[in-house]
């Protein structure tokens, strides 16, 4: 064999070993490890129920937990029900004197344990919860980190759904403050202390979808509440949502503006168009009556006037007005038209009446006497004359100024008929009314969620 095989041969032997005193060295580290874990964890060296103790291990301070939490997703957020859903990473950090273990140089880290039931855990709960569960695909996602100074690091993947009370005055121009409160349950604060995490206590993961809200920011702050069995350690997260307008926008007011516009169309047909003026209001109004309970079906019935409520009801005035607006018409019609008729029957029964007055008339000029004299007219009236103190009134009539023209009746009286004034003046007004209320209905809403800021 030449050198080159040998000194592969002998590269090869190396690396044999070498592989083999890193599995051993491996194998002893996790032996440590183990060794380790026996040690302050084995029966009758821990007790898990005893409550760690407090600064530099003093007995009369109190356990203090430092949380903090991830917030992965917020799948939904419930109108109806008034709550949230949400999934994060919980953590807490506690010191723990008993689970002190030398390090071994610094090559042990910390120990990890996947059992909670191993070591001492803060009673924490979440006050405003409905519901919840752990997450155990494919393994359960919960790991305790042990280090060498006794820090005890829990961490938890957890679904949770929470209650979240709405104030829906404002909706769907609104903003949503959900909170999310952990307090202790058993341990009072001469036991127990919740405090959040220095720094940056809660993560909120980027890119963070939700449907109908935007997550503008998040505050923390602490509920510490008092009972009748002494005072608790409570954290809280408040989530501050904004509703997304353009949903509603068009889903609900471009629709009801539609709605209404076309409910005035009527005002532009003819008033003998019964059939259709009829059945225009009515599918309008019942189109409005039904996008107004559907919207109500997805709010919860509450005591107070929601600002969808105000759109809806004033909408559905509007729609109800243009229908009787049409009945105003009709009665007007036929009204004018009786009047018509009996002013037509008044005029053949004058124009009978001086028929027959013609007729008798001359009658009695043939049977008078041929040497019947005739009266004559004076030349000069006197001035008590009848006919002189008329023509001087005609006069004094005359020479009166010209009265201004008043410009609404000049346009009225361009339509002869009540009805067709009334369908005209409707045209303007309902369009102008309608106007004003948006005008008053947005500027209110939009300036009083600028003051609840």
Known sequence: MGTGHYFWAIFYFASLCSASLANNAKINFREKEKKVLDQILGAGKYDARIRPSGINGTENLPTYVYVNMFLRSISKIDDYKMEYSVQLTFREQWTDERLKFDDIQGRLKYLTLTEANRVWMPDLFFSNEKEGHFHNIIMPNVY?????????????????????????????????????????????????????????????VKNLHLPRFTLEKFLTDYCNSKTNTGEYSCLKVDLLFKREFSYYLIQIYIPCCMLVIVSWVSFWLDQGAVPARVSLGVTTLLTMATQTSGI???????????????WTGVCLTFVFGALLEFALVNYASRSGLNKANMH????????????????????DLLDTDSNATFAMKPLVRHPGDPM?????????????????????????????TRSKRIDVISRITFPLVFALFNLVYWSTYLFREEEDE
């Open 296 to 310: 109500n079906a997805s709010l919860p019935p509450v005591s107070y006037t929601k600002a969808i409520d105000v």
């Open 344 to 363: 037509k029957e008044n005029m053949k029964k004058k124009r009978r009446d001086l028929e027959q007055a013609s007729i008798d008339a001359a009658s």
């Open 388 to 416: 002189a103190l008329e023509k001087l009134r005609q006069c004094e009539v005359h020479m009166q100024p010209p009265k201004r023209p008043n410009c609404c009746k000049t346009w009225l009286s361009k339509f002869p």
């Open 144 to 204: 305790i980190r042990i280090f060498p100074n006794g820090s005890v690091l829990y961490s938890i993947r957890i679904s949770l759904t929470l209650a979240c009370p709405m104030n829906l005055k404002l909706y769907p121009l609104d903003r949503q403050i959900c909170s999310l409160r952990m307090a202790s349950y058993g341990w009072t604060t001469n036991d127990l202390v919740f405090l959040w995490k220095e720094g940056d206590p809660v993560q909120v």
